[in-house]
């Protein structure tokens, strides 16, 4: 017994040296700017504290994206060009989405030159960070415009999400936005209690502020938990770096699958009236609304035409969705990074600027 004890004890500290020898190679390799994707792959399972601890201490690191996309940020710009703008120039098309919507939107001004175009963008943006958005930015746009509210099949999930920081797990942008939750006829907004890139990188002087803001992501974040946020002296080891990145994953995955089963989040109930509410604002306010459904390339991704369709069809509210104008399962439409192919969004784009022709601008 006492052997069997000695030589599992000489195990870890072997183990042990090696993890220790590895972080030490990897370290080092980061320095040098050596093996590049070995670092990166390392560095994926890092917790999720530790990698804005990191992005904060290190504002020049590749990937960084703590001062992405920050609600208060956009809305502060968007309000200044709209000040700056001629108001007579004609309507202007305001989007509201991610690098998808973004990419479609481009390919139509460079085939229509004449299209005035205002984007307000996030990476991978839920449809609560964009629709927030659109209600936010309200006093920023005017009669004639043209609203689009851009829904992302693989993003729908996050819908149950404060931050991308819970549900993005390998690079996870601290941007904020609310969760919405049914509420007799219409919706609840619970926004979180972190709103700025000021605001997050205070709480690392304030544990008062940072123990209210995790109580609040643990008790309404669906993503939040353990595998990702917890054990943070961990990341020190390559090796449990390694082991923290498979539980983290399968969590993340697990969670999105519980939602979509709608276990976990209504997230139909949710977005039928996020597109209901979204387009009789708009309409009151003289604009026309526009809903873009961006099918992703994952059979498991949540349907937004076969969800949205009854809603959009019902309130004859124009909408632009690619599914109808290209097949998500046939791969050769996207590149390696999940996004379609500039040749696909071309053809979006025709197929989109028909749809503004006939919106009567």
Excluded: C
């Amino acid at each position: 017994m006492k052997k069997a004890l000695a030589v599992f004890a000489m195990t870890l500290v072997f183990l042990a040296v090696l993890d220790g020898m590895a972080a030490l190679a990897l370290s080092e390799a980061e320095k040098r700017q050596k093996l590049g994707s070995l670092v990166r792959y390392f560095e994926y399972g890092r917790s999720v504290p530790g990698k804005l601890a990191r992005w904060q201490a290190e504002p020049d690191l590749r990937d960084n994206l703590f001062d992405v996309s920050w609600r208060d940020a956009l809305l502060a710009a968007s309000a200044e060009g709209f000040r700056a703008e001629d108001p007579g120039r004609g309507p202007v098309i305001r989007s509201y989405g991610m690098s998808f919507t973004d990419n479609i939107l481009h390919a139509a001004a460079e085939q229509d030159p004449t299209l005035v175009w205002d984007r307000h963008s996030g990476p991978g943006a839920p449809p609560n960070f964009t629709y927030a958005m659109v209600e936010d930015d309200a006093p920023s746009r005017r009669a004639g415009d043209v609203v689009v509210f851009g829904i992302l099949a693989s993003s729908v999930p996050a819908l149950a999400a404060f931050s991308n920081r819970s549900w993005a797990f390998e690079q996870p942008a601290p941007l904020t936005y609310p969760i919405y939750r049914p509420e007799g006829d219409g919706l609840a907004r619970i926004d979180p209690l972190i709103a700025s890139e000021a605001a997050e990188r205070a709480l690392a002087s304030d544990p008062d502020a940072a123990r209210a803001w995790a109580d609040q992501m643990a008790r309404e974040d669906a993503f939040y938990a353990p595998q990702t946020f917890g054990l943070t002296w961990a990341d020190r080891s390559p090796f449990l770096r390694l082991v923290r990145r498979s539980l983290a994953t399968a969590h993340v995955t697990k969670t999105e699958r519980a939602i979509l089963d709608r276990r976990l989040y209504p997230y139909d109930v949710v977005l039928v009236r996020m597109i209901e509410t979204f387009a009789e604002t708009v309409r009151t306010n003289d604009q026309y609304p526009v809903v873009m459904l961006v099918q992703t390339r994952d059979p498991g991704d949540a349907d937004l035409l076969r969800m949205a369709k009854p809603v959009l069809d019902r309130l004859d509210i124009p909408y632009f969705a690619t599914a109808e104008h290209a097949d998500p399962r046939d791969i050769s439409g996207f590149l390696p990074d999940g996004h379609y192919r500039p040749e696909v969004d071309a053809i979006f784009a025709e197929h989109f600027r028909a749809l503004l022709a006939g919106l009567g601008t």
